[in-house]
């Protein structure tokens, strides 16, 4: 049996001041042409649907368009909420689209039902978990003790009554660790942190299952055993993503045991890039790369600001959504303290003092005698 194994769509997405839905659209086409193109038996989508919880119109739309697709394929397709996703909204309907192949995760209520299909080994037997909280299964287990995520999740686990000697696959959306916080997956600017790891899920509790489907982290990875698997996004939502390739999880079975991963890789339609430099260098550097329509995030090293930088660097790159210095000033991280003695000193010594802590230099002659000139106008005016 072969599945697809997607996560963390997060539809309706902004990057800055960057729309993505048409970046989204073309993801899910190409998604599309894997799934056409690998045949597979189930499509797994493992949480954060959308961007948030109550989502734009075209995100909906896009989402609707995407559903409709794959039920159009008579493909079965399992769908869970994720901590970014109204698990009511996202539901709605849900029971009407079982009649479609479509699986959509209802509210948490204290049990989680197989759907189970077959291949020439037996039965394969998909569970669907939402994103919970201890709160939202000490609810229906209020004897139960739910101290932490690990508690939470090991009661939800031990409710399904899965049966260990035939194949199973859970469908989740949490933050995964080895024991005591070790194996911790590596995260990306743009997900949400929970200070201190508080919302760690140990390993352990996933021991009943032969393969993980898990979303929340945004690099594809995986968890202390190779099926325990985080897929990634299908798009870089963030710079510190650069360098990561996105992919699509194809998950393999055989009799029970057995059991093979690989990844199909996506192309973008804008890739997401990286420039540092002066303004003058990034400007007048000759590049073999032509695709000016890239996403940048631009690092300057001038050690001024430049006025209209980013303006400036549009003619080059349409798409520059970060500007950022990086310079003796921004490295100094310098903490401005008030002078120790006012007394003797004129305006432009104590103007000259904060610059030099702000910026980790001294004024040059040029800047001290346009301050000084500045400082005799302003006291002329205020005569």
């Not at 995407?66 to 159009?72: D, E, H, N, S, V």
């Not at 209520?109 to 197989?114: D, I, L």
């Not at 489907?213 to 325990?228: D, M, N, S």
């Amino acid at each position: 049996m072969k599945l697809i194994h997607l996560s963390d769509l997060h539809l309706g997405k902004r990057l800055g001041e960057r729309n993505l839905i048409e970046d989204q659209r073309d993801i899910l086409q190409k998604i599309l042409a894997v799934i056409d193109a690998e045949r597979p038996h189930a499509v797994l989508i493992a949480g954060d649907v959308y961007d948030r919880s109550v989502p734009p119109a075209e995100a909906v739309l896009l989402l609707d368009d995407f559903l409709t697709r794959l039920a159009g394929r008579n493909l079965p397709t399992f769908l869970i909420s994720g901590n970014h996703d109204s698990a009511e909204r996202l539901s709605f309907g849900a029971a009407l689209m079982e009649g479609s192949g479509i699986h959509i995760a209802p509210v948490y209520g204290g049990q989680v039902s197989p759907v189970t299909l077959s291949d020439e080994y037996g039965p394969v037997h998909i569970y669907s978990l939402p994103f919970v909280k201890p709160a939202h299964v000490r609810e229906h287990f209020p004897d139960a003790e739910i101290a932490s995520y690990t508690d939470a999740l090991r009661v939800a686990v031990e409710q399904m009554g899965v049966q260990a000697a035939e194949r199973n696959v859970l469908i989740a959306h949490q933050f995964v660790t080895g024991r005591d916080g070790a194996d911790t997956p590596e995260r990306s600017d743009s997900e949400n942190v929970s200070v201190g790891g508080l919302d760690n899920v140990d390993l352990s509790v996933f021991a009943p299952f032969d393969y993980v489907a898990l979303g929340h982290i945004h690099k594809p990875q995986y968890v202390g055993r190779e099926t325990v698997r985080y897929c990634g996004t299908p798009l870089k939502y963030s710079f510190s993503e650069v360098r990561q390739e996105k992919s699509v999880t194809v998950v393999e079975f055989g009799p029970k045991g057995s059991l093979t991963l690989r990844t199909v890789p996506l192309t973008p339609l804008h890739e997401m890039r990286e420039l540092r430099g002066t303004l003058r260098e990034i400007l007048t550097a000759e590049r073999s790369d032509p695709r000016a329509d890239d996403y940048f995030r631009v690092i300057l090293t001038d050690e001024e600001e430049v006025p209209d930088a980013i303006g400036k660097l549009r003619t080059l790159c349409p798409y520059v959504l970060r500007l950022e210095y990086d310079n003796a000033r921004t490295r100094a991280a310098v903490r401005l303290e008030a002078p120790d003695v006012l007394e003797g000193k004129s305006p432009v010594d104590l103007f000259a003092e904060f610059y030099e802590q702000q910026n980790a230099r001294p004024m040059s002659a040029e800047q001290r005698a346009f301050c000084e000139k500045l400082m005799e106008e302003i006291e002329e005016a205020t005569a």
